[in-house]
Nanobody, 128 residues
Framework: QVQLVESGGGLVQAGGSLRLSCTASGRTESDNAMAWFRQAPGKEREFVLATTWNGDSTYYRDSVQGRFTSSKDYAKNTVYLQMNNLQPEDSGVYYC?????????????????????WGQGTQVTVSS
């Protein structure tokens, strides 16, 4: 059973930056995919980015490409989401997710149902 704990959310002005962390415990080699999703009030949960644990591939939502990046600290079993040039439309609860994806493509990483494990979420609020 994989457990995920996120941290790092907060309030920031437009143009600012935040770094979210997701620490995984109980993960096995088969749980190869890590992803970030977000959900704004009254909206569906949406894909932000996904990466393989070994770091070979990363896919980004178009609207965050060039502003958001993913990195990992293997020793800490932690995945980071660095968010730069944040905009009000980036606001929402950000969730870390983990799962087993034998095929890693944009089509397979986007659906939330692909991920069996979820963190509790961390709030990101970007003021204009």
């Amino acid at each position: 059973q994989v457990q995920l704990v996120e941290s790092g959310g907060g309030l920031v002005q437009a143009g600012g930056s935040l770094r979210l962390s997701c620490t995984a415990s109980g993960r096995t080699e088969s749980d190869n995919a890590m992803a970030w999703f977000r959900q704004a009030p009254g909206k569906e949960r949406e894909f932000v980015l996904a990466t393989t644990w070994n770091g070979d591939s990363t896919y980004y939502r178009d609207s965050v490409q060039g502003r958001f990046t993913s990195s990992k600290d293997y020793a800490k079993n932690t995945v980071y989401l660095q968010m730069n040039n944040l905009q009000p439309e980036d606001s929402g609860v950000y969730y870390c997710a983990a799962g087993r994806l034998p095929v890693f493509t944009m089509a397979t990483v986007e659906p939330a149902k692909r991920y069996a494990y979820w963190g509790q979420g961390t709030q990101v609020t970007v003021s204009s």
